[in-house]
């Protein structure tokens, strides 16, 4: 049973576009959300996270947007750049004591010059 | 600083052998956890450490362990090892793992032949 759901295993954008990378997630247990962006032979690297209570966050180029009743969350990328060509992960956790991360399968986005 | 390193970056065992796979978090981070990455299964929690006790743990049989040191390095060990436990095995730690994330390193490669 998969708790969290990145639909698209690839999306392809040209520089200076916006990304938008989608999950979903069934568990109504989760309360933060993040997203990890991933280089081949490299471990994930964080790039930004969300509490439930909260609908939107910003980081620079990165805005999660969570939509609870939907239970779906997005990361865009505005503007996007070759550098962001990655392996994006969607994780979720129940909070509190459980500091489990549930990820997505990941989605490939790859930036076009 | 330095990151989160794991050794050793590559292993090539075989069946019913076991391995232990060694991380030292960054300084100062308590937290420690592991996962399995697989082309399949996506990242799959295995187990997470906090001042050398196991405060999580996933779905994955007892052959899979680990333990956490006062230094707050940790070791993961696998036994009687099969041929899908051939993976990516990635170690990660943090400060508080919703507010910063996890800083996960670059991974263990296990080949079981």
């Known amino acids: 049973d998969q708790q969290v759901k990145q639909n698209s295993p690839s999306l392809s954008v040209q520089e200076g576009r916006i990304s938008i990378l989608n999950c979903d997630y069934t568990?109504?247990?989760?309360?933060?959300f993040l997203w990890y962006k991933k280089y081949p032979a490299e471990g994930p690297t964080f790039l930004i996270s969300?509490?439930?209570?909260?609908d939107k966050n910003e980081d620079g180029r990165f805005t999660v947007f969570l939509n609870k009743s939907a239970k779906h969350l997005s990361l865009h990328i505005v503007p996007s750049q070759p550098g962001d060509s990655a392996v994006y992960f969607c994780?979720?956790?129940?909070?509190?004591?459980?500091?489990?991360?549930?990820f997505g399968k990941g989605t490939l986005l790859t930036v076009n010059p | 600083k330095a990151g989160v390193t794991q050794t050793p970056r590559y292993l090539i065992k075989t069946r019913g052998q076991q391995v232990t796979l060694s991380c030292s978090p960054i300084s100062g981070h308590r937290s420690v956890s592991w996962y399995q990455q697989t082309p399949g299964q996506g990242l799959q929690f295995l187990f997470e450490?906090?001042?050398?006790?196991?405060?999580n743990k996933g779905n994955f049989p007892g052959r899979f362990s680990g333990r956490q040191f006062s230094n707050s390095r940790s070791e993961m060990n696998v036994s009687t090892l099969e041929l899908g436990d051939s993976a990516l095995y990635l170690c990660?730690?943090?400060?508080?793992?919703?507010?910063?994330?996890?800083?996960f390193g670059s991974g263990t490669r296990l080949t079981v032949v």
């Open positions: 568990n109504s247990m989760f309360d933060y």
């Open positions: 990660a730690s943090s400060l508080n793992q919703l507010l910063y994330g996890y800083t």
């Open positions: 969300i509490s439930s209570i909260k």
């Open positions: 450490y906090f001042s050398e006790t196991q405060r």
């Open positions: 994780a979720a956790s129940g909070g509190g004591s459980n500091y489990k991360l549930t």
